[in-house]
């Protein structure tokens, strides 16, 4: 079986340093990286080539690869994106478009459509208040799609030029239109937690923050409010949602944007999860307003039945999974507590 041709864009990054894992073990990848780093030691032996450096001054040297898929991670996340608001357009907006071209390009010229899975999230919702976040529950894909962050507004806009590169590019009328279009696939994370890595200049940070200074034993400081709730996942479940959808024939899928779920909860329910699993544990409260502001126009949890219907999704962990067999028996080994 010849081996499908994958880049990772973002491969240091926690969801790519777990996902190159993935594709390792599942086998069937060449696998490519990218990242502004060096490799870490866990994937060195497992990337084929490796491109460090800035993706937006590299793209030339990506035209000379076949490649069929194209995990697009590399990104500068919410509260990162905030306080360098330029750069992080420059990187999560022109990186992306760059890619999209040549993902585009190939695709028409060998007649192969090139799969595109972009990860975007629920920075993309805009939750006008906090009222309205309660009242709204479960939020759909096409609700409040009114981002109050660079991020989101970053996330949402690449997650139209995806679509547009995917279904209109060249303006043909439908049956005119090239069969190998660019294969634009997007996931709407939630807050990711592993018990591996830690995330760096999120704001969904506070919940994976919290959970590993607990299980060191070292006192946290929360930047959000006990009552802040949003949604959550295993960093598991979003690598196997990844590998699900790139498997998926195109056909079965009726949307190009889709959320998954798994479990919500208030940031005083982590500490107290923490707590009984790690006695004696020091946490509190210091909201910060402006990190507080954003994760207040996040919903509340989302509605993931279109990824459910058109793919078959399901998360392995809710709540008591996540901690019980999943973080808890991890991050024990880990620190060895
Ligand atoms: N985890 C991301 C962040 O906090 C949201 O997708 O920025």
Redesign the pocket.
Known sequence: MTEKVVLVTGACGEIGQALVQGLAKQGGYRIVTADLSPLPENIKDVSTEHAQGDLVYKIKTFYDYDFDIIFHLAAS???KAEVSSEDAHRINVEGTMQLLMLAAYRSEKYQKSVKFIFPS???VYGMPDLETKKLAGCVKEEEYNLPHTM?GCNKLYCEKLGTYYSLYYGQKHLDERPPHMLDFRSIR?P??ISAFTL?H?????YGPEMLHAAAQGNPYSCFVREDTKISFMAMPDAIKSLLMLVDVPREKLHHQIYNIGAFALTAGEFRDRASRAFPGAQITFAPNPRRQGIVDSWPEDVDDSLARADWGWQPDYDADAFFDEYFLPEIKKRYQR
């Open positions: 996340l919410s509260s999230s629920i920075a991020y994370f807050g990711l995330p200049g999120g704001t969904s940070d």
